[in-house]
């Protein structure tokens, strides 16, 4: 709602004359009832008074009563007066809101576990990858141990004098021997056959012998090529597994994003927590050398408000202080629920700040300086001037927008003119 900075004190008569005034009218009304009762008594005669005493008595009393009542309803009406003096208006639009860090943050898991270990308490300035609190997980301890050494493992057999390649190199070369000692045989077989010195069927032997050592010769080095590469796929498998696991454990150590003052903390040693319920909040870290407030203003007055606007604050914690700031940004979409638009403001409080305190803000819309006058004294362009104690009529000129019950003048009026109200 709109704000108007501006009293206004309404002159009147003094008590003591308006009480001065009731004594002369009541003495001459008395003095008017004793004069009427002894014309009466003239025109009656002795005995007619005696016997209606009473009954004169009564309308003597009857007169003096109605004479009070014509007192009253006959006394003038008070004037109430207003001096007309330059005044400043300060137009303002009204919000509330409360204090936050403009990096502030709620610290969430990403896991589910026990609390194992809290690290800090509220109050503390940490630094960015500072560990805060520790989540149970001895599962995912489990697993990366059992990749570990699987990794271990697949990276001594892939090495180049581990006993596993030396074992498979051996048996290369144990194949590769046979081979070449049954070519010797073939080859020399074969010479003889060409010279038809063997027989076919010897010769014929003598080669199926020579193409089956051929391929143990080759499968063995296929299966060494292949053990090989399948170590080397085992390898970065485990590799991927390791980090992701790795991954997955950090998860469980909760740690600050950024330099800043832990806020608040939700949970205790021991507590339960899951990504997946509502209420999971671990800690609340904010940078106090970073705030800001922050405003709800009614989407009716949100046209007005404009970067860069002064605003006015106060807060319950310093009452009677009063901290200027100005507009930092306005958000562009309104909070259905509230009916309302978030304002951020940047205000120099110089004093111990907490986080979340509320607080009532004024945005100054405009301050205007010139001749205001009550609204109830304008009636038809015209009011009444007094002079030399009499009412006169004038016309004058006023700005169409009216300021909480006022009119602002533009023409027509002075300073120290006194105007009825």
Do not use: W
Not at 106 to 117: D, F, S
Not at 285 to 311: A, S
Request: hydrophobic letters at 40%.
């Amino acid at each position: 709602m709109i704000f108007l900075s501006v009293c206004y004190k309404p002159h009147s008569k003094t008590g003591i004359t308006r009480i001065f005034y009731l004594h002369i009218r009541l003495y001459v009304f008395v003095k008017f009832a004793i004069k009427l009762k002894k014309r009466i008594m003239l025109k009656l005669n002795l005995s007619v008074k005696i016997k209606n005493g009473k009954l004169i008595f009564l309308i003597f009393l009857l007169l003096l009563f109605l004479g009070f009542i014509s007192f009253l309803l006959l006394k003038p009406s008070k004037i109430e007066k207003y001096r007309v003096e330059k005044k400043k208006m300060v137009v303002s639009i009204y919000a509330s809101g409360y204090i936050d860090s403009s990096d502030s943050v709620i610290i969430k898991p990403e896991v589910a576990g026990q609390i194992e270990k809290i690290l800090v308490r509220e109050g503390d300035e940490v630094k960015k990858d500072q560990l805060l609190l520790i989540i149970s997980n001895s599962p995912v301890k489990e697993n990366l141990r059992e990749v570990e050494a699987q990794l271990a493992s697949v990276r001594e057999r892939l090495k180049p004098d581990s006993d596993f390649r030396k074992e498979l190199m051996n048996n290369i070369e144990i194949k590769k021997a046979i081979l070449e000692n049954i070519e010797k045989n073939f080859n020399r077989k074969k010479a003889l056959f060409e010279e038809e010195l063997i027989s076919k069927e010897r010769f014929e032997d003598i080669k199926r012998e020579y193409e089956v050592a051929k391929r143990d010769y080759e499968r063995q080095l296929n299966q060494y090529k292949d053990t090989i590469t399948n170590l080397n796929y085992q390898f970065e498998s485990l590799k991927a597994k390791r980090q992701a696991l790795s991954s997955e454990l950090n998860k469980y150590y909760i740690k600050a994003p950024f330099k800043g003052k832990i806020l608040r903390k939700f949970v205790n040693e021991g507590d339960y927590v899951n990504p997946m319920q509502h209420n999971n909040a671990l800690l609340s870290l904010g940078n106090d050398e970073n705030l800001e407030t922050i405003l709800f203003v009614d989407e009716e007055y949100i046209p007005r408000i404009k970067e860069g606007m002064k605003v006015y604050v106060t807060l319950d914690s310093y009452p009677g202080e009063v901290f200027q700031g100005s507009i930092k940004s306005i958000e562009s979409q309104s909070d259905r629920t509230t009916r309302t638009v978030k304002v951020k403001a940047q205000v120099n409080y110089m004093k111990p700040i907490f986080f979340g305190l509320t607080v009532e803000a004024n945005v100054i819309i405009s301050e205007i300086e010139g001749i205001f006058i009550p609204q109830s004294a304008y009636k038809d362009g015209y009011v009444e001037v007094l002079e030399s104690g009499k009412p006169k009529k004038i016309k004058i000129k006023v700005s169409p927008e009216k300021y909480s019950g006022n009119l602002l003048v533009l023409e027509g009026l002075t300073e120290g003119q006194e105007i009825i109200k």
